[in-house]
């Protein structure tokens, strides 16, 4: 709680710090990260409830390419809301067919759903299919911080919700989701409603970091916006880090992108290997995450 | 206060439950006795609402449920505890109560809903393992934990699947004692159970299944002398 | 008609080598309950053995099918000794990322001692052609196709009638039951692991004729390989092969009758995995 | 004590000579985790190892990957501006990647020497901006190239024309002009998209033979190349040629049977017969061990070059002194002679390399020949090829 307090106030005092030169390279990594992080910890709200999604990646290029579209009529905040809305509404639909669906299941329909999604996305004909999608920046680069704050702000709603999600009743609700579904709908849980909404917020997030991701990259191509590669990391991030927590994800993102950018600075060619075994020997000595250094007891991990 | 009505439900060629009918009247205690594979459980996770009925139809407290989902029965006051105990087992033994004590009747405040696990916690004898780790409980207390859970569901109602099964005898004799308290308390149960003294020691009413169906009713001496019962125990035996 | 019949033959031929990857996971995933999102990367040093020797030696790369399978099982006994061991008790998410890191790991390896390029094999059939009344079946495909039914055949029969098979089969359908990894099971997990990585080298062979080989050969057809024995039910061994034979004719349908279909593959490929499994958790209700 | 005057004499002048060099850092930003990407970084080293060695002009390089794609592209470019405070930046070979770099370059202001990026969205994007140097041709000539190869094989008496073309960017992007130009010349078209690595191919080229192609031309990628040559056979299309646009083929593809009389299109070949290329073979081989084949190395040798004349003319580091220099330079090229004129289309101003230096090639006894055009055909053009 302190900590993601400190670590949020930090993403917002950066850009006045005298980081010197190396400011204009700190902040794009820092929005990137903020992004990626922002995802990570709206997979892992759904994951509180049992759900392993590969489809987050989807939900952040759905998001993503909504409020591209939007932004011209729209302008860029309510353009960023259709773009969470879009990939809310859709895991509503994802999230009634696959109700009953659980674990690795669960996993590969979530999968074949953005597969699906990248393809339609592909051969729809107002996104410019294969070419790609120009974006305009953020309130049409009239701030030059503007998309980093956004950033931010997306980051912070993110950790915001997890937080108060782990507060609330509805914290109960999912965590007994998870470990026994059945059991927790005897005892009265409405575990579909509560999947749902968890699916619904957990998207909406997720379209929420894709629409700044836009407007940062400036340009969207189904095969970026809909990789893979990024479903991945929503899901490698919260486990680094620790799971069903908000420092978790919180943390492990931004160190996970500083460690990536750090060895690709550093070592340049086959940096990922350094990357892959780090990853490995995390697994292998720090099972609970990194939030097991600060947390000597399974606290927060109801 | 439950009616069920001609209930079926069939897996592929098997029928575990065949045209079902039984009552349970307010404040009562009654059994379900038969055989392995008699349908008893089956029968409990149709009135939980965890299996839908092929045919048939449940009523509760006078109103229909034949269809509803099961949180939809719990909150009605069908309250349910299982055989093979399934705790959640990253959750503290307090946290397990309190999933049942806030979602068991809708929007039940938190200070209302800690009210009654604080309550529960002592009524059960968990109350010194409130902040274990549901996962680190003895076998004796993963049971009362699962009756505990569902006694914060505040059922009207209660179906207990073999809570006794496992236990050692004085053990199950605690148990027994725990039960009565809570009919006292005013809670009616509906118990399934395979130790015949603990139906003994418990049951106003006995009911008998075998092979999906209802073939005995009463209390516990004169359905014990029925010779269909006899025939469906014995017969199985050999 | 001739063309229902020649897509037909085109599916069931494409089947052969998503059965044997699939199959290989399907060990890993079934049996040790191991998401392995390596095996892709056991698949790619498969097809680097077998290009190396064809570059070294010439020789020809069916001909090295044997010894990748033997170092790949050495490779997968090792994985499971060092790595997947340690964490068979820790949540199946763990096990994830371990497998993960593994993957980045090696495929990176693989990029800085060979480069990102793609290589390719020269025999002497792969355009080779056999044709049937108008029908026609590429030999590298059918060699492909036969070996995956003789290998596959190999392992249910290893299955079905040796006492390790049926300790294997034990284990993969009773995986949750307590009081698992003892002794007997630690060696049919170490035996499973290491079939699985074999198999997934005797494909990465078979790829090297019909494709190439690269660090990144291994992706596409692992990801598929997951969605086919996911469809089959996990730790149904058995229900891979009609799995992949639907899938691929699938594949095939849609490429050959649909104008503009090579599109649609994937998203066909991925809808049928879809529908049909929301569809029969919604039925088993 | 003499001995003592000389050797000061000597580290004074050494000393003013390097003071009188004029040193400049450049930033280079490339997928260097790529084949293409890897090559390119080569040559435009290269390039400048032969600057260096002139003695007039030195020239620094910073490289960041650009890990081929936006998120890390961006950061990176950010960093070797305000971090390394670079003026000139080398890079930009993906379209997707420099699109998403438009924005940070019209921020930062560099003078940006663009390597690859062909799509004609990237020069939309880069159209108001004036340190923008594009060398490759765009994707508009590449298509002039092919269809007057077209142009040669309907006049040899082809007219029916397959297209398998892969459905991501590089693919997709020219295809309906394609099809409208090759309708136009009179051909009948059938076009079908695949994905790239997925290797089946069978099932499409199953629907093709129903339509009886004379020319099976694909665009996708070096993956594709080997199964599309070995299905085709499989499956009886027998088209009379096979014409593929990869942006690189794969190694050891020439040794293999399959590839005879397969036809390409490509912007340089090792054999090319010019003096700038065999020199750049020659040195090539000499620090790399090796030849390349592929022609985004000689590109980036040929950037590295062009911008040590620039350098040398300029005799500054101001980059629109350079800039000034570089829209001047006129210099021969392993591709033939470069100078920068507007774009076709008038967007941009500093156009490099048009439709000119395509070749087409066709693998022929094991190695690529050039057979189109005419003037530049080492082997006249094997058609029909057996395939």
Redesign the interface.
Same mark, same amino acid.
């Given at each position: 709680m302190i900590l993601v307090g400190l670590l949020l106030l930090v993403a917002l005092v950066l850009p006045g710090l005298p980081l010197g030169e190396w400011r204009a390279f700190l902040l794009d990594t820092a929005q990137f990260a903020f992004l990626i992080s922002a995802l990570a910890l709206a997979w892992d709200l759904l994951a509180r409830t049992g759900q392993l999604s590969l489809a987050h990646g989807a939900f952040f290029g759905l998001g993503a390419y909504a409020a591209a579209l939007a932004a011209p009529a729209l302008g860029t905040l309510p353009a960023l809301l259709v773009g969470g809305v879009v990939a809310g509404a859709s895991s509503l639909f994802l999230g009634l067919a696959t109700l009953r669906l659980h674990g690795m299941y669960f996993a590969i329909a979530t999968l074949a759903f953005s597969e699906v999604m990248r393809t339609l996305v592909l051969k729809a004909p107002f996104t410019g299919g294969a070419i790609g999608l120009p974006v305009q920046p953020a309130f049409g680069g009239a701030f030059p911080l503007g998309g980093y704050y956004l950033a931010v702000g997306v980051l912070a709603l993110a950790a915001g919700i997890s937080l108060l999600l782990s507060r609330s009743r509805l914290h109960y609700a999912m965590a007994a989701t998870r470990q026994g579904e059945a059991v927790a709908r005897v005892l009265g849980v409405p575990v579909i409603r509560v999947k749902l909404l968890a699916f619904m917020i957990s998207a909406f997030l997720a379209g929420l970091a894709g629409g700044v991701y836009a407007m940062k990259t400036l340009f969207l191509s189904p095969y970026d916006a809909f990789g893979l590669g990024r479903a991945v990391e929503a899901l490698v991030i919260p486990i680094f880090g620790g799971l069903y927590t908000t420092t978790g994800p919180l943390l492990g993102g931004l160190i996970i992108v500083s460690l990536e950018t750090w060895l690709r600075l550093r070592i340049g060619e086959g940096y990922l290997v350094v990357y892959g075994v780090i990853l490995v020997l995390t697994i292998l000595f720090l099972p609970r995450g990194l939030v097991s250094l600060f947390h000597r007891k399974g606290a927060g991990h109801a | 206060m439950l009616s069920v009505q001609g209930l079926c439900k069939r897996f592929g060629g098997v029928t575990a439950a065949n045209e079902v009918s039984l009552q349970v009247a307010p404040g009562e205690i009654l059994a379900v006795i038969g055989p392995n594979g008699a349908g008893k459980s089956t029968l409990l996770n149709l009135l939980s609402g965890l299996l839908r009925p092929d045919e048939g139809r449940i009523e509760f407290l006078g109103q229909e449920i034949t269809h509803a989902p099961p949180e939809v029965r719990t909150w009605k006051g069908l309250g349910r505890a299982f055989q093979i105990v399934q705790p959640f087992p990253e959750m503290s033994v307090w946290e397990n109560l309190l999933v049942g004590a806030l979602y068991g009747k809708p929007s039940t405040p938190r200070k209302v809903a800690e009210r009654v696990v604080a309550e529960v916690i002592e009524l059960t004898g968990l109350a010194p393992k409130a902040q274990t780790p549901a996962g680190e409980l003895t076998l004796l207390e993963d049971k009362r934990l699962e009756l505990a859970r569902a006694l914060c569901t505040q059922p009207r109602l209660l179906l207990l699947d073999e809570v006794m099964a496992g236990l050692r005898p004085s053990e199950a004799l605690e148990a027994v004692a725990l039960v009565r308290r809570i009919r006292d308390s005013g809670v009616t149960v509906l118990f399934i159970e395979h130790l015949m003294p603990v139906v003994r020691a418990l049951a106003d009413r006995v009911v008998v299944m075998d092979y999906g169906r209802v073939i005995a009713e009463g209390p516990y001496d004169a359905v014990a002398a029925n010779p269909k019962v006899r025939e469906a125990y014995l017969g199985r035996a050999q | 008609m001739e063309?229902l019949l #020649?897509?037909l033959i085109?599916?069931i031929?494409?089947a052969g080598i998503y059965a044997l990857v699939a199959s290989g996971l399907a060990l890993a995933?079934g049996v040790v309950g191991i998401?392995n999102f390596a095996h892709g990367e056991f698949t790619m040093i498969g097809a680097f053995i077998a290009y190396l020797l064809f570059?070294g030696t010439g020789l020809d790369p069916f001909l090295s099918l044997g010894l990748a399978a033997l170092v790949l099982f050495g490779v997968g006994a090792i994985t499971y000794l060092g790595?997947i061991r340690?964490?068979l008790a820790?949540? *199946?998410?763990? #096990?994830?990322?371990?497998t993960?890191?593994?993957?980045?790991?090696? #495929?990176?390896?693989a990029?800085?001692l060979f480069?990102?390029? &793609?290589?390719?094999?020269?025999t002497?059939y #792969?355009?080779? &052609?056999l044709?049937l009344g108008g029908l026609?079946?590429?030999?590298?495909?059918l060699l492909a196709f036969g070996l995956s039914v003789v290998i596959l055949g190999a392992l249910y029969g290893f299955l079905d009638r040796t006492r390790l098979g049926l300790a294997v089969r034990a284990v993969a359908q009773n995986r949750l039951a307590p009081g698992l990894l003892g002794i007997e099971t630690q060696r049919v997990y170490l035996l499973a692991f290491g079939l699985s990585a074999a198999l997934a080298g005797v494909a990465g062979v078979m790829?090297s004729v019909?494709?190439?080989a690269?660090p990144t050969v291994g992706?596409?057809y692992t990801?598929k390989a997951?969605?086919i024995i996911?469809?089959a039910g996990?730790g149904n061994l058995r229900g891979v092969v009609p799995a992949a034979i639907i899938l691929a004719l699938a *594949?095939?349908?849609?490429? &050959?009758?649909l104008?503009?279909?090579?599109?649609?593959? *994937?998203?066909v490929?991925?809808?049928v995995?879809?529908v049909a499994?929301?569809w029969r958790?919604?039925r088993?209700? | 004590m003499r001995k003592v005057w000389m050797v000061l004499l000597a580290v004074l002048g050494l000393a003013g000579l390097a003071l009188a060099q004029t040193t400049v850092r450049v930033g280079v930003l490339l997928p260097i985790s790529t084949v293409a990407g890897k090559a390119a970084l080569n040559g435009v080293q290269l390039g400048v190892d032969q600057v260096n060695a002139g003695g007039k002009v030195k020239i620094e390089l910073v490289v960041v990957d650009d890990g081929n794609a936006p998120a890390t592209a961006v950061p990176a470019l950010t960093k070797l501006m305000t971090v390394d405070r670079v003026d000139i930046v080398i890079g930009g070979l993906a379209s997707g990647v420099t699109f998403a770099l438009s924005g940070p370059v019209k921020q930062y202001q560099p003078l940006f020497l663009c390597i690859g990026a062909a799509s004609s969205v990237v020069e939309q994007a880069f159209s108001d901006y004036n340190r923008f140097f594009h060398y490759h041709p765009w994707d508009y000539h590449n298509v002039a190239a092919a269809l007057e190869f077209f142009k040669y094989l309907y006049d040899s008496g082809a007219r029916r024309v397959a297209i398998l073309y892969e459905d991501g960017p590089f693919g997709s992007a020219g295809i309906q002009t394609y099809r409208q130009q090759l309708e136009r010349q009179g051909y009948t078209v059938q076009a079908e998209p695949f994905k790239s690595g997925s290797g089946s191919f069978t099932a499409i080229l199953t629907r093709l033979k129903g339509f009886r192609p004379d020319i099976l031309y694909w665009i996708g990628y070096d993956v594709d190349a080997l199964p599309i040559a070995a299905q085709t056979r499989q499956v009886g299309l027998e088209p009379k040629l096979i014409y593929g646009a990869p942006p690189a083929w794969p190694t050891g593809f020439e040794k293999n049977n399959l590839s005879n009389d397969i036809a390409g299109m490509t912007a340089w070949l090792p054999s090319v017969a010019n003096n700038e290329s065999r020199r750049f073979v020659n040195l090539y081989r000499r620090k790399f061990g090796e030849v390349t084949d592929e022609y985004m190395a000689p590109m980036g040798y040929v950037i590295a070059l062009s911008l040590g004349r620039a350098l040398e003319a300029a005799g500054s580091t101001d980059k629109d002194r350079i800039a000034a220099e570089l829209a001047k330079v006129q210099m021969d090229t392993p591709f033939g002679p470069l100078s920068f004129k507007p774009s076709d289309t008038g967007r941009t101003r500093f156009q490099g390399f048009n439709q000119s230096i395509w070749l087409q090639f066709q693998y022929l006894e094991g190695s690529r020949r050039p057979v189109f055009p005419p003037n530049r055909a080492a082997r006249p053009l094997r058609f029909p090829g057996n395939y």
């Open positions: - | - | 063309l #020649q897509t085109n599916g031929l494409a995933v998401v570059v790595l340690p964490v820790a949540p *199946e998410l763990n #096990q994830m990322l371990l993960f890191g593994l993957s980045v790991a090696l #495929q990176n390896i990029l800085l480069g990102a390029d &793609t290589r390719v094999v020269s002497s #792969q355009g080779a &052609t044709s026609s079946f590429g030999v590298p495909p790829l019909m494709l190439y690269s992706f596409a990801l997951f969605a996911v469809m996990l *594949e095939a349908l849609v490429s &050959t009758y104008p503009g279909g090579g599109g649609w593959v *994937e998203a490929f991925f809808l995995i879809f499994l929301t958790s919604w088993a209700a | -």
